[in-house]
């Protein structure tokens, strides 16, 4: 025999009653069956807001079970198609009639006691119960059964207690006298005191009703048919990566439903246990779908953790005092005054010494305990020994598996996780049981908090979201490279998702991803206008695990607002020199910041594009190499200068060429006046150890002195033809020597200087080809052959590959 249960969305409309129809009668072609089911979706709650109406004698009352009577009329005249329509529709009129009789009751009465909010609440089940019947037995014999004919509890109404001696004969006894080939279809969550009150074993009770029969009856399976394809391993409304758990045990499944997961009622487990009888998990709308079996052993022996769980909602209070420590009774005191009241503890977590006894409990419960505790310990408040901190606003975050138990480093994996992420744990709680490590964090970091242990735990590939800021040549690149490269990625095991893309004007973004084909459009579009502390802020609200931000850009603005991404838990990643040439204080602290929040900033592309200069540099410090010099071409622009300044153009025509090409700035003075040679080395000196400010660094600025004010035009160029001369005479005066003109940055016993130096032509940095960057490390290993770093030191391609490196660095960092 079969239990199958339905409820919820299954029961939400003349459609989806179809559908369990067609899942019922092909189930009963197999097997013997017993349908439980539950009231239609929503109609609960609905029944009890009726009450609370009548409680006030609210006039809407009527209005409010019209709509309840409505819904369920419609639904039956959509479903009797061939017979039996007159007949249910008459004994649905009786079922509404007595309803109305006992909210009539509380209107006169003024108050509605727990025995009548059961009477009215119990109507849902019931004319859920008839219409699928009635429905069914247009097709096959089927019955309405009502469970309070044999399901017998205390009178503790609103959640009553089950009588199992005597609930299991009255079932035994009334399934005997079925028909054989009958479907009952049986209302759950009611039942009924020996004295025939009505009352209610609990929300979502149903399951319980459905685990009831199953384990009187002994049933080979007891299936609970929902809206979702099974027991996922984490809420996929928090956490979008989890998945269907093919079969749990009872005891991990009893750990998960306690603490969120809303699959399965935690007590519809306990009658099942006892008969070891299994509990698959299906959905009504994909019945293709295999479910989650529970039951005594699960397949995957290999799998630390079998899910992740969280309540919110929570208050955290903490007893504490010097006076309890070495007390005997304290934590009995404390316990017993909380039982009293009737107030749930659904954590405890205590220090050795007793100093401290920390318990989480409800926000609705929080006023009971606090009164329960105050009033248990008022000596021990009056003489100031004790005091109870609150902290509201809570959430509590579960890790649970039958294998964690017995292997070690389970609580660092979690523990460490959300370290990682700046994630600060208020509490923590493990049984001695080991299946169940639980963990307090604020509400606001829940669905972060959720999302980082499940990633820990179950995700192997790697995921990493970017927020492009800028998306000039460097970031237009880029997003061709990641969105060229996106399936070779993801075969090797890493998820790279743009998430975010701004100009200089506005913003999108979007947690699900955006389609990098239509980026323009998505981009243009957008009425979001840039501010990058928004963005920030936006970000943050979004709670991501593993996330950065890829700055494209050579703004100032975005480098001040560093800080801020940072807080909001983003690594960062640039070409943008900036950030690294920031006065020291300014650059220290954002350093030191990026240390406390455990971010990484890469910034291979400051100094030589894709080439891995900055990677080199890191390389040898660590390795305990000393470095004594670097000298390179540092600025592409004026490398292709001065490689191709060959006396057969004059200087400012070369000038004019690089900038028609593209391979300046849009004002050229700024490649011509050395700055970003000092930058440069400025970023070099600091990856030393150095305080250099870069005002610390001689620069030759080869922009003449009356032409270095005012804004840029084409004029300059023809200004720049009367300077000629003077550069000619250099090149002649280097060609007569036997050498060549080169712009270099040298850094050199704490020194840096950037201009212009000759070279032998046979010297590796006088063998430069176009816009080629080579930087020569002289280091105390290196010391009779520098080691050289050569290659594309300018423009957008090798660039936005150096980024792409850095990502791929990030991607490597992230923790498995």
């Not at 299946?435 to 995700?459: K, P």
């Not at 970031?475 to 490269?485: F, T, Y």
């Not at 943008?576 to 291979?604: C, G, I, T």
Request: overall charge positive.
């Amino acid at each position: 025999m079969k239990i199958l249960k339905f409820g919820g969305t299954s029961l939400a409309n003349a459609k989806c009653i179809r559908k369990v129809g067609g899942i019922v009668l092909k189930e009963a072609h197999r097997s013997s069956l017993v349908v439980v089911v539950s009231a239609f979706e929503g109609v609960t709650n609905e029944l009890l807001e009726c009450a609370d109406l009548a409680e006030r004698n609210d006039p809407r009352t009527r209005a409010a079970l019209t709509r309840i009577s409505d819904c369920h009329r419609s639904v039956a005249r959509d479903l009797m198609e061939r017979r039996g329509g007159a007949q249910v529709r008459s004994r649905l009129i009786v079922l509404f009639d007595d309803l109305r009789d006992a909210l009539h009751g509380v209107q006169l009465l003024g108050h509605c006691p727990p025995r009548a909010r059961d009477l009215i609440a119990s109507f849902g089940e019931r004319m859920s119960a008839l219409i699928v019947a009635a429905y069914l037995a247009q097709f096959r014999s089927a019955k309405c059964v009502d469970a309070r004919q044999f399901v017998v509890t205390d009178n503790h109404f609103t959640s009553a207690n089950v009588l199992f001696p005597q609930t299991n004969r009255a079932i035994r006894k009334y399934f005997r006298s079925l028909p054989r080939r009958t479907i009952p279809i049986v209302t759950g969550f009611i039942g009924a005191t020996t004295h025939s009150e009505t009352t209610t074993i609990g929300r979502n009770g149903s399951d319980y009703t459905a685990a009831i029969i199953g384990a009187a009856l002994n049933a080979s399976v007891i299936e609970i048919w929902t809206d979702v394809d099974g027991v996922l391993s984490a809420d996929p409304k928090a956490v979008a990566p989890a998945f269907v758990l093919p079969g749990i045990t009872y005891e991990e499944a009893m750990e998960l439903s306690f603490f969120g997961a809303n699959v399965l009622h935690s007590a519809a487990i306990a009658p099942a246990v006892g008969r070891k009888i299994p509990i698959l998990i299906k959905n009504t709308f994909r019945p293709e779908m295999p479910g989650t079996l529970i039951s005594r052993t699960r397949g995957d022996q290999h799998q630390l953790a079998t899910g992740i769980s969280s309540i919110d909602g929570i208050t955290l209070l903490t007893l504490r005092g010097l006076s309890m420590v070495g007390i005997p009774g304290i934590a009995e005191r404390l316990f017993r005054s909380l039982a009293f009241r009737r107030v749930n503890v659904i954590l405890i977590s205590q220090a050795s010494s007793e100093h401290t006894i920390c318990f989480g409990v409800r926000e609705i419960d929080a006023p009971a305990a606090v009164a329960a505790v105050r009033d248990e310990f008022r000596f021990e408040f009056q003489h100031q020994l004790t005091a109870l901190d609150q902290k509201p606003n809570q959430a509590i975050v579960a890790v649970v598996g039958d294998q964690m138990k017995g292997h070690p480093g389970v609580s660092g994996k979690t523990f460490g996780a959300l370290g990682r992420h700046n994630i600060n744990i208020s509490a923590i709680a493990q049984g001695a049981s080991e299946r169940n490590i639980s963990c307090v964090v604020d509400a606001t970091v829940q669905t972060r908090a959720l999302n980082v242990i499940h990633q820990s735990f179950f995700e192997r590939r790697k995921r990493l979201a970017l927020v492009v800021i800028g998306v000039g040549n460097i970031g237009r690149v880029l997003l061709a490279q990641l969105h060229a490269q996106r399936s070779y990625l993801l075969a090797r095991g890493f998820d790279i998702n743009v998430i975010g893309l701004t100009n200089s004007k506005q913003f999108v973004l979007d947690p699900n991803g955006i389609n990098l084909a239509r980026w323009r459009q998505r981009l243009s579009t957008s009425r979001r206008r840039m501010n990058a502390k928004v963005l920030a802020h936006e970000i943050a609200q979004l709670e991501l695990t593993d996330i950065a931000i890829v700055d494209c850009t050579a703004s100032d603005s975005i480098v001040n607002a560093y800080p801020d991404f940072v807080r909001a838990n983003l690594h960062v990643i640039t070409p943008n020199k900036h950030a690294n040439v920031l006065p020291w204080r300014k650059y220290s602290e954002l350093m030191e910041l990026l240390h406390a929040r455990q971010k990484y900033f890469l910034d291979e592309a400051n100094v030589g594009a894709g080439l891995p200069v900055m990677s080199t540099l890191r390389d040898l410090i660590a390795s305990g190499d000393v470095i004594e010099k670097i000298e390179g071409i540092l600025s592409g622009t004026l490398g292709y200068l001065f490689n191709n300044f060959d006396g057969s153009k004059q200087f400012s025509a070369l000038v004019r060429e690089a900038y028609v090409n593209g391979l300046t700035e849009p004002d050229p003075r700024d490649d011509l006046s050395g700055r970003d040679v000092a930058r440069k080395l400025l970023i070099l000196a600091r990856q030393t150890g150095s305080q250099m400010e870069l005002q610390d660094i001689a620069v030759e600025n080869l922009v003449p002195r009356s032409l270095r004010t005012g804004s840029f035009s084409p004029k300059f160029f023809a200004s720049l033809e009367r300077y000629d001369s003077a550069m000619a005479n250099q090149f002649e005066s280097a060609r007569s020597r036997g050498t060549v003109i080169r712009y270099v940055g040298t850094l050199e016993r704490g020194c840096a200087r950037a201009g212009m130096k000759l070279f032998p032509r046979i010297h590796p940095i006088a063998l430069t080809k176009g816009s080629d960057n080579v930087i020569a490390f002289t280091t105390k290993r290196y010391s009779r052959t520098p080691l050289v770093v050569q290659g594309p030191g300018a423009g957008a391609d090798v660039t936005a590959m150096g980024v792409f490196s850095d990502i791929l660095k990030l991607l490597h960092y992230l923790p498995s």
